[in-house]
């Protein structure tokens, strides 16, 4: 039986070398030794000397695979790091999270050479999937019931029209202009405006405040019953659907921290400029979720596959100057 896989010495996890992975893909180790409810949740493989003949086996596997160094194998894994590093922060993610993380690398691969749109139906139902996943409602049946209250907040939203120019702002700022049914709502509301009105020519949107916004409400997570229904309503109301479309006219000003939701809306712009204090961060995979607010498919557009797996299995933050090299934002702007 052959168990050589992602090893651990000492508490550090280290990859496995060009001999280890000759060794798994001859024997035809099975699937099923990885993944969900295995001991290797992730595989990590030192690329440098790999056999790039082995990615279509390793693209096949129901895990992530993160290759370390530089390689001919390195597009078949899900992440690439420079080096180790990094390794033991996502190998813990992931064996927190490992049904939410094997879907959305599946999904990442599965979605790599899509359009927005058809990525778009698809995370819909990956989203759907884990939504009704054990690891989310365990996650949701620890938070005390006062964390779950509904948060009310004023007017959400503010629009201004200067001729061929939409501003939209996000305007919650005691919410940290967190994305719940309210502002969604209302900016789905004035997308639609922008879709019906050819005559906009420049659309822009920000929000106001510190943040330009936290991400998905929090307190409203999980109250959709069924995936179905969840998918029907995401079909529905995204406003992902809108600025998909919307986006040769788009212009994102990020002026502070974008988080899951916030991140994954930025991403949309055809320019995207942000403040030097703004960050980023896709926080989804500690509820086991995935980015469910279209990210999936505007982030890979901007940064690649690579590193979109990469903030979404570490849920790492990264800065506004990681996100110009990346090419996550197009400009910082004081």
Known sequence: MVTVSTRQSEDVIHP?????LDILVAAQTPRDRFGPGTDQPCLAVSLPGAN?????????LPCPVIGVGTGDLSTACDVVLENEEPLERLANNILNAPIAAMVLVQHLRATENLNLQDTLMAESFAYATVQQGPEFSHWLSSQASEELA????????????????????????????????????????????CLSDNSLSQISLTGTGRVFSTGGQVAEFGEISDPATAHWVRSLRLPAWRLARLQ??????????AIGAGAEIAAFGRHVTASPEAW?????????LIPGAGGTASLPCRIGRQR???????????????????????????
């Open 16 to 20: 496995i070398d060009t001999d280890e």
């Open 150 to 193: 509904s948060i009310s907040c004023g007017s959400p939203l503010k629009l201004d029209v200067d001729g061929e120019h939409m501003n939209i702002i996000l305007n919650d700022p005691e919410n940290l202009n967190a994305v719940g049914i309210s502002l969604r709502d209302a900016l789905c509301e004035a997308l639609d405006l």
């Open 280 to 288: 980023f961060q896709l926080p989804e995979l500690k509820y086991g």
């Open 52 to 60: 790039g003949a082995h990615g279509s086996w390793l693209r096949d």
């Open 308 to 334: 979109t797996a990469f903030l979404a299995l570490s849920m790492k933050r990264i800065n506004a100057q990681t996100a110009l090299e990346w090419g996550l934002v197009d400009e910082l702007v004081s």
């Open 248 to 257: 040769d006219r788009l212009s994102i000003h990020v002026n502070g921290a």
